[in-house]
């Protein structure tokens, strides 16, 4: 792994010279750059390039609905929320995979260094770009943006991109496979363990240059099918639930802390949680019609086992809330894109991506 994040770094640093020149007159003076942190919910197929124990998704029916069926790596039947989220930033398509440049013309627009699997923690997923990685490789980015364009116009650049983080998921599963059923303090003490390392990691994220941060809180983690499955009729955990609740309440005052602490620090704060329930309150107002089952796997609630080349999979997929036992499908993403980009503080506080963009 660490051989091909090195030769796609030679490769972006070598190519950077070249075009770096034209860059501040065009995507610097059009919309930002999206730079995407985080886990399967935004990994667009960097995991495709890691040893064959890392999660991967790189096989059909996966990308089903991508554009010629393609399975990109993205843990779903078609485009995730950040590729609907960097169209509407400007972009005409999504930042490509960090391992899968070959030149930095690829990369000009922005880069995904997300990993499926990863976490806050480093100890979080087994043979996955760890968080820690994830922002090494941007440090040797911004680095070379920077040799290769004048520390003042990369930091320019960086200050007006935007920077997408999705991660927290897979740690809090983690904790919770051993202390759900927990008590209240249990699961402070679960938040409290895991938000000063990602506090930790936006700040580092801050010092190499970004300041327009827009990071997606814990969605319903006890609604997902992996987890309805154990409950009679399909239900959620409502103790799980409580669980990324209270820490997408923490993430919010964190992030509320950072902007006072760091000068040009600004944000949004995708409500991911927010909308899922939103979205579940009244399913037919947006067409679904299935919440509990996966579109993609096998046994009860399609979610005893995992989405394969074998699997039968539904075919009305925009009626379906979830695509295999732990993700959404496309739609889901669509709509939660859309109201985190363009919604009210409901679902994005303080001001959703667009304005943040604007800002």
Same mark, same amino acid.
């Given at each position: 792994?660490?051989?091909?994040?090195?030769?796609?770094?030679?490769?972006?640093?070598?190519?950077?010279?070249?075009?770096?020149?034209?860059? !501040?007159?065009?995507?610097?003076?059009?919309?930002?750059?999206?730079?995407?942190?985080?886990?399967?919910?935004?990994?667009?197929?960097?995991?495709?390039?890691?040893?064959?124990?890392?999660?991967?998704?790189?096989?059909?029916?996966?990308?089903?609905?991508?554009?010629? /069926?393609? =399975?990109?790596? $993205?843990?779903?039947?078609?485009?995730?929320?950040?590729?609907?989220?960097?169209?509407?930033?400007?972009?005409?398509?999504?930042?490509p995979?960090? *391992? !899968?440049?070959?030149?930095?013309?690829?990369?000009?627009?922005?880069?995904?260094f997300?990993?499926?699997? !990863?976490?806050?923690?480093?100890?979080?997923?087994?043979?996955?770009?760890?968080?820690?990685?994830?922002?090494?490789?941007?440090?040797?980015?911004?680095?070379?943006?920077?040799?290769?364009?004048?520390? $003042?116009?990369?930091?320019?650049?960086?200050?007006?991109?935007?920077?997408?983080?999705?991660?927290?998921?897979?740690?809090?599963?983690?904790?919770?496979?051993?202390?759900?059923?927990?008590?209240?303090?249990?699961?402070?003490?679960?938040?409290?363990?895991?938000?000063?390392?990602?506090? %930790?990691?936006?700040?580092?994220?801050?010092?190499?240059?970004?300041r327009?941060f827009?990071?997606?809180?814990?969605?319903?983690?006890g609604?997902?099918? @992996?987890?309805?499955?154990?409950?009679?009729?399909?239900?959620?955990?409502?103790? *799980?639930?409580?669980? =990324?609740? /209270?820490?997408?309440?923490?993430? $919010?005052?964190?992030?509320?802390? *950072?902007?006072?602490?760091?000068e040009?620090?600004?944000?949004?704060?995708? %409500? @991911?949680?927010?909308?899922?329930?939103?979205?579940?309150?009244? =399913?037919?107002?947006?067409?679904?019609?299935?919440?509990?089952?996966?579109?993609?796997? !096998?046994?009860?609630?399609?979610?005893?086992?995992?989405?394969? =080349?074998?699997?039968?999979?539904?075919?009305? $997929?925009?009626?379906?809330? @979830?695509?295999?036992?732990?993700?959404?499908?496309?739609?889901?993403?669509?709509?939660?894109?859309?109201?985190?980009?363009?919604?009210?503080?409901?679902?994005?506080?303080?001001?959703?991506?667009?304005s943040?963009?604007?800002?």
């Amino acid at each position: 792994m660490e051989k091909l994040q090195k030769a796609a770094t030679l490769f972006l640093f070598l190519s950077l010279i070249s075009f770096l020149a034209n860059l !501040s007159t065009a995507a610097a003076a059009t919309s930002p750059a999206v730079f995407v942190f985080g886990d399967s919910t935004v990994d667009a197929g960097n995991n495709n390039f890691l040893p064959s124990d890392a999660p991967k998704a790189n096989f059909p029916p996966y990308g089903v609905d991508y554009p010629r /069926r393609i =399975p990109t790596g $993205r843990f779903g039947n078609g485009f995730l929320s950040v590729d609907f989220v960097a169209k509407a930033a400007g972009l005409r398509r999504s930042p490509p995979p960090f *391992l !899968s440049l070959s030149n930095a013309v690829q990369g000009r627009r922005g880069v995904n260094f997300a990993s499926a699997g !990863s976490g806050v923690f480093n100890t979080t997923g087994r043979y996955v770009v760890t968080m820690t990685q994830q922002i090494k490789d941007f440090s040797t980015f911004a680095g070379n943006l920077a040799a290769a364009k004048g520390a $003042r116009s990369a930091a320019v650049f960086l200050s007006k991109s935007l920077f997408y983080v999705s991660v927290g998921s897979n740690d809090l599963f983690a904790f919770s496979t051993v202390l759900i059923p927990g008590n209240s303090t249990q699961k402070d003490e679960i938040v409290a363990a895991v938000l000063p390392q990602f506090a %930790d990691q936006l700040r580092s994220l801050y010092h190499l240059g970004a300041r327009k941060f827009a990071v997606v809180g814990t969605a319903q983690l006890g609604c997902v099918p @992996f987890v309805r499955r154990r409950f009679p009729g399909g239900a959620c955990s409502p103790d *799980l639930n409580d669980l =990324p609740l /209270r820490y997408k309440t923490a993430t $919010r005052a964190l992030l509320g802390h *950072l902007a006072i602490e760091l000068e040009g620090f600004r944000y949004s704060f995708s %409500d @991911f949680f927010e909308i899922m329930s939103h979205i579940q309150s009244d =399913p037919q107002k947006y067409g679904f019609t299935e919440l509990a089952a996966a579109c993609c796997g !096998s046994g009860r609630l399609n979610a005893e086992g995992p989405c394969t =080349p074998n699997s039968t999979y539904c075919g009305n $997929r925009n009626q379906y809330f @979830f695509w295999d036992e732990t993700h959404p499908t496309q739609e889901v993403y669509r709509l939660a894109a859309r109201l985190s980009f363009y919604g009210p503080r409901q679902f994005a506080y303080p001001v959703n991506i667009h304005s943040l963009l604007k800002s």
